[in-house]
């Protein structure tokens, strides 16, 4: 099992995130993605003991993910748990992630603040912003949804080979990643996870960039029940020459594939 | 003026400064802004065709028309090298990991 911590200027809290995961997690790999940040949180990463791909300049949180998970295939992991760098994210929860994955052979287990709320304030607005999107994202995929907006989760290779392809709408990968998931035959299920509130730095959805965000996720809602997706493995991993690995996987929950082009002993064992 | 226009573009491609494949779009412009000057009966004919009072807001129509088409183009262009850039950003990160990774294996 593998973390990924997508992380842009982060350096006040990715350490302490980092060795969070690790302190709840022995022995689960940690992959920070350096998302071109400019006050050394890849360096503080790798010191707390972090894995560190170091994107060349800011390409923001979709395209950032979506690396580390690229990584994840390509290492062959079984499953990633994303959590984000900026210590809203209660790495004592990925377990609680982990279980339903199992419990439930789910693809994708959403960690939501509010399944079980109270431990969680936000403003009004954001609130009802949140239910809003909920209440549509549950509406497209017929089942409740109540926090669409969590980054919190764990993934499958289904649906990591998701995540990696064109489908995933990589600009604001939120509720409309969830809609899209479930119209390529995905398995969505939501648990309840503990969420801090940022320590530290503004959130991505402040402000004007809320009003944005709003409009831009009901327009990207919108063209995505537009569209007619569906997952093909051969087509949608991220590595085209390497059928086989596509292949192996299809159909085999947890089974995790060794990469061709890895060297064998070289991908670290699959964990959990 | 047209004729200058024509011999720009090709001499632009020519020059290997625009590529063949985008050039077309302003081949056609520079060809149909010469056939209007050759043939101004036609572009009085358009004018009373789309209810125009002066063949000149033909010409304005045409060239709003135009421009709309070419930024709608270029937007398309780069929806597609953004994606791209993302790609080889990503390819690159992926990359230094593994060079970094054969480096330090014995």
Known sequence: MLVIVPAYNEAATVGAVVQGIARERP????????????????????????????????????PALQTGIKY????????????????????????ALLA???????DIVVGSRYLETGTFEAPALKRAAVRFFGLLAGACIGQRVTDPTSGFKALGRRAMRYY????????????????????????????????????EGRSMHDGLKGFVYFFNMLFSILVTVMRK???DP???????????????????????????????GAAPPAQD | MALLFLLLIFDLVRRRRLKIEY???????????????????????LTSAIGAVTSTSTLFLLALFFLAVVNLHYSVRISEMSTRIKDLAQETALLQNEVKRLKSAP
């Open chain 1, 72 to 95: 994840a295939l390509r290492r062959g992991f079984a499953a990633a748990v994303v959590c984000d760098g900026d210590g809203q994210h209660d790495p004592g929860s990925i377990g």
């Open chain 1, 164 to 199: 990696v392809s064109d489908l995933l709408p990589i600009s604001f990968p939120d509720a409309d990643a969830m809609i899209t998931a479930h119209r390529v035959g995905l398995r969505i299920v939501e648990v309840p996870v503990k969420m801090h509130p940022r320590a």
């Open chain 1, 100 to 106: 339903e994955f199992e419990r439930s052979g789910a």
């Open chain 1, 229 to 231: 997706d569906r997952l």
């Open chain 1, 27 to 62: 022995g689960a790999a940690v992959l920070v993605v350096d998302d071109g940040s400019t006050d050394g949180s890849g360096a503080l990463s790798a010191e707390a003991g972090a894995e560190v791909l170091t994107l060349p300049f800011n390409t923001g949180y979709g």
């Open chain 1, 234 to 264: 051969e087509v949608t991993d991220d590595d085209p020459r390497d059928a086989a690995k596509a292949e192996g996987v299809r159909g085999v929950r947890g089974a995790a594939v060794p990469p061709a082009d890895i060297r064998p």
């Open chain 2, 23 to 45: 050039s077309w779009l302003w081949i056609a412009t520079g060809c149909s802004i010469v056939v209007l000057i050759w043939r101004y009966d036609w572009l009085v004919w």
